[in-house]
């Protein structure tokens, strides 16, 4: 056997037990290996058929604009005044309790427009907005 016994020299050991190293990656590997299958198992369902519906055009998002001159549109109408915008706003709203508006900002407008309309929107009313920005 190979002991070793006592001697005067107290040298550090600088070998490592790897045998509960080894012991925890099999159980690991045991595991993924009961696991795995249990993991591609699909269950087949009938799906019932239906229909196709068309969507619900009124609760559509208003779509409020902002273009590069400053000039604003609700729908792609355009709006000249910002009390104009916030009276519109206001019978929307009566119409529609959960009435959502997106706001389509261009670049080059300056933040003090983009503030005032949010502003008049806030003054109607509007508690959902909500910015569209493009991806590039």
């Known amino acids: 056997m190979g002991f070793k ?46 229909a196709s519906t ?18 604003v549109t609700l729908n792609k109408n355009p709006i000249a005044d910002l009390t104009v915008l916030e009276t519109t706003l206001q019978t929307e709203l009566a119409a529609n309790p959960e009435l959502i508006v997106h706001i389509y900002a261009d670049q080059a407008v300056n933040y003090g427009k983009v503030a005032a309309v949010m502003a008049a929107a806030q003054h109607a009313g509007i508690a959902k907005l909500a910015f569209v920005t493009l991806e590039h």
């Open 5 to 50: 016994t006592q001697s005067d020299d107290d040298e550090a050991v600088a070998d490592i037990n790897v045998t509960p190293l080894v012991d925890v990656m099999l159980v690991l590997v045991i595991i993924l290996l009961v696991t795995a299958p249990l993991l591609t198992q699909s269950v087949n369902v009938a799906l019932p058929k239906t």
């Open 54 to 71: 068309t969507p619900d055009i009124e609760k559509q998002p208003m779509q409020l604009g902002i273009d590069a001159q400053g000039g």
